[in-house]
């Protein structure tokens, strides 16, 4: 394995990594956001 291969792969892992962590901040921004929407719909 040369130094290219080993950095490409270095790289596809930071991405898979960050791009995780992206989808989980996503949803849970997603689901704060529904469960306050819920809350204002049951207390009207």
Known sequence: MDLDEGLDI????AH???S???ICF???SAN???TRLIQKAMSE
């Open 10 to 13: 270095g790289f596809q892992l």
């Open 26 to 28: 996503r949803a849970s």
């Open 32 to 34: 704060r956001r529904s």
């Open 20 to 22: 995780s962590r992206w």
């Open 16 to 18: 898979r990594s960050v």
